[in-house]
């Protein structure tokens, strides 16, 4: 039998990552009033989506330590790092340069983040996701944002 330690699989490790994320919003959630089910406050749903996570999570943390499953890989810093400029470079433009160019913009980082997309997939992406997220957002939904600067 293994040890804890050798056991460390994706499923151990993705269970220990929706259990951080709902502690994190548990954390956040605190200072709101939940409220009943017929008069739901702000926390209501918040609080149920946390708690879900958390039961989720340490399901997955059980599984990962009580069978053998597909351990976990190296990590690749390259796709974390163009992925997470990707998004703050997104929330950094939106207000400035509106949701078409910010996602336009998103993408075209996003791109770099896996040599085996190709620029004409990614400019087709961006223009397609500038779009419907201008229509869907902006103008069915009415989110006070701007598309273009």
Same mark, same amino acid.
């Given at each position: 039998?293994?040890s804890?330690a050798?056991?460390?699989?994706?499923? /151990?490790?993705?269970?220990?990552?929706?259990?951080?994320?709902a502690?994190?919003?548990?954390?956040? #959630?605190?200072?709101l009033?939940?409220g009943?089910?017929?008069e739901m406050?702000?926390?209501?749903?918040?609080?149920?989506?946390?708690?879900i996570?958390l039961?989720?999570?340490?399901?997955? #943390?059980v599984?990962?330590?009580?069978?053998?499953g597909?351990?976990?890989?190296?990590?690749?810093?390259?796709?974390? /790092?163009f992925?997470?400029?990707? /998004?703050?470079?997104?929330?950094?433009?939106?207000?400035?340069?509106?949701?078409?160019?910010? #996602?336009?913009?998103?993408?075209?980082l996003?791109h770099?983040?896996?040599?085996e997309?190709?620029?004409?997939?990614?400019?087709?992406?961006?223009?397609?996701?500038?779009?419907?997220?201008? #229509?869907?957002?902006?103008?069915?939904?009415?989110?006070?944002?701007?598309?273009?600067?």
């Amino acid at each position: 039998m293994k040890s804890l330690a050798q056991r460390g699989n994706s499923d /151990f490790y993705t269970g220990l990552l929706l259990v951080v994320v709902a502690a994190v919003a548990l954390l956040y #959630i605190r200072t709101l009033t939940v409220g009943t089910v017929l008069e739901m406050g702000p926390g209501y749903f918040p609080l149920g989506l946390a708690l879900i996570l958390l039961g989720m999570g340490l399901v997955m #943390i059980v599984k990962g330590l009580t069978t053998a499953g597909v351990p976990v890989g190296a990590v690749h810093l390259r796709p974390l /790092f163009f992925i997470l400029l990707s /998004f703050a470079a997104f929330g950094l433009l939106v207000e400035r340069a509106g949701l078409a160019i910010s #996602i336009v913009v998103q993408v075209g980082l996003a791109h770099f983040a896996s040599r085996e997309t190709t620029w004409l997939a990614s400019v087709i992406t961006a223009v397609a996701l500038a779009i419907v997220s201008s #229509i869907v957002f902006v103008w069915l939904l009415k989110i006070p944002v701007s598309v273009l600067p």
